[in-house]
């Protein structure tokens, strides 16, 4: 008869430091989370509030004109500089009205394809329209606008189809306005707002698209059984569900417009924008500080618009 096997009392071995690492991530599921969003935290932190944090701090600065130099004591005179000289104010007022005009314009225009791309198109034409709007995003951002400023040249193909259809007088004379002309249609307000409004476009119509899909058709059906008209179901059911993506997307065309410096550098009048005078500050003039206040003001009035659509209600449905 064969002996019953001794019974073995040597613990198990336990695992590598693998194992037991993974053990503990295990039963602390937030020390896991905390691991993965440490790198992406990590980078928010540094890189991109080091960074607005080091750009105000510039701004706290003052450039001697004599010597050329920065001064680093902390002082509100770049700030003081800024508001109080009329030329600055008015570059500060020419770019919010221009992000404005280009914001509103986005809104109507794109509102109307974004509506017909999420209710009435299907198949292959929702499909052509979805390649129609993000085209021009897969070319490059300088090809679009010096296309567009051969477009609005004095000769270009603009002012012909203008002319062909005798509206050569009509052209001329907004150009002569001072509030949106310029020498030419391509060194104008008019031609810069076209091309802000084409190259943003999409930026507006893709959130509002998005926008209109999440909408239940049990909605809209409900309020056409219930009696109402389709222009009643569109502003009491559709537009404000909708409004969430407007306010998306303006804050993209507003934002982009604000801090932009190539188009009104390469299709523009000789009136300065914001972004070219953070540009020219930073760089031919090497007045830091300065560029630096100029570039805190797109900041205050994105955050100022985002309170004041906060307020609104309008992130409650985002």
Known sequence: MNAAPAFDSTPPRRGGIGRRLS?????RSGLLLLLLLLPPLAWFGIVYLGSLFALLLQSFYTFNDFTGQIERVLTLDTYVALFSAPAHIDIVL???????????????IGFPIAYF??????GRMKAAMYLAVMLPLWSSYLVRVYAWRL??????????VCAQLGLGGVLEAVLATPLVGGPTLSSSYLGMFLVFTYVWLPFMILPVQAALERVPGSLLQASADLGARPRQTFAHVVLPLAFPGVVAGSIFTFSLTLGDYIIPGVVGTPGFFIGQMVYVQQGTAGNVPLAAAFSVVPVLLIAAYLALARRLGAFDAL
């Open 23 to 27: 053990n503990l991530l295990y039963r």
């Open 94 to 108: 020419r770019t919010l009205a221009m992000a404005v005009a280009v914001t509103l314009a986005c809104a109507l």
């Open 117 to 122: 791309m999420a209710f009435h198109a299907r």
């Open 151 to 160: 477009l609005l040249a004095k000769e270009g193909i603009v002012a012909w």
